[in-house]
Antibody, heavy 121, light 110 residues
């Protein structure tokens, strides 16, 4: 069964840091690029970042501004998003989503259920 | 600045057909943008429907179809059902690894 399971969300103070994880199962993780997508409360989907199948290529949305780092550990079938300098605007549900290919251009064909990040003092 | 456009809302009768579109303010959408489509109901994760313009995701019925219509990507729902009432988002690949989503279309079935 294809599955992506996010974890690591929680409440963090403004300026703080958080690391999200996305555990994959049911498919050959090393064959696929993986995205992070977020959704603020009551808002639409917002693309955050993507990493290629082997981790050699990483791309970010402009708003990330060097604050987030996407990475993967193919030996653990796990994707990560290290976030720092968090602000209220980063409050959102964060989803990981698989690209149906090794690079990033095809869209997303498997999604996790998301993990909630709340930035608040 | 590139802006993705979608209709804010659409209403369709049960059994009817509706076509949602996804455009760009500064260019024509073609297969080069690898358009994709996602369905989302409140409180749920997005459900992937279509990727690479017209490829249906696993388990998606064939009454959902993707295409290019004129200068926009399109998602057509044929034989609308009550549980098709959702928000629908398009996604586009903008090159250099960057993807963007549209603002979403709220579809009502009544």
């Amino acid at each position: 069964q294809l599955q992506l399971v996010e974890s690591g969300g929680g409440v963090v103070q403004p300026g703080g840091s958080l690391r999200l994880s996305c555990a994959a199962s049911g498919f050959t993780f090393t064959n696929y690029a993986i995205h992070w997508v977020r959704q603020a409360p009551g808002k639409g989907l917002e693309w955050v970042a993507v990493i290629s199948y082997d981790g050699s290529k990483k791309f970010y949305a402009d708003f990330v501004g060097g604050r987030f780092t996407i990475s993967r550990d193919n030996s653990r079938n796990t994707l990560y998003l290290q976030m720092s300098s968090l602000g209220a605007v980063d409050t959102a549900v964060y989803y990981c989503a698989r690209c149906p290919g090794g690079t990033s251009h095809l869209g997303m064909d498997v999604w996790g259920r998301g993990t909630t990040v709340t930035v608040s003092s | 600045q590139t802006v993705v456009t979608q209709e804010p809302s659409f209403s369709v009768s049960p059994g009817g057909t509706v076509t949602l579109t996804c455009g760009l303010n500064s260019a024509s959408v073609s297969t080069d943008y690898f358009p994709s489509w996602y369905q989302q109901t409140p409180g749920q994760a997005p459900r992937p429907l279509i990727y690479n313009t017209r490829t249906r995701c696993s388990g998606v019925p064939d009454r959902f179809s993707g295409s290019i219509l004129g200068n926009k990507a399109a998602l057509t729902i044929t034989g609308a059902q009550a549980d098709d009432e959702s928000d629908y988002y398009c996604g586009l690949y903008m090159g250099r690894g960057i993807s963007v989503f549209g603002p979403g279309t709220k579809v009502t079935v009544l």
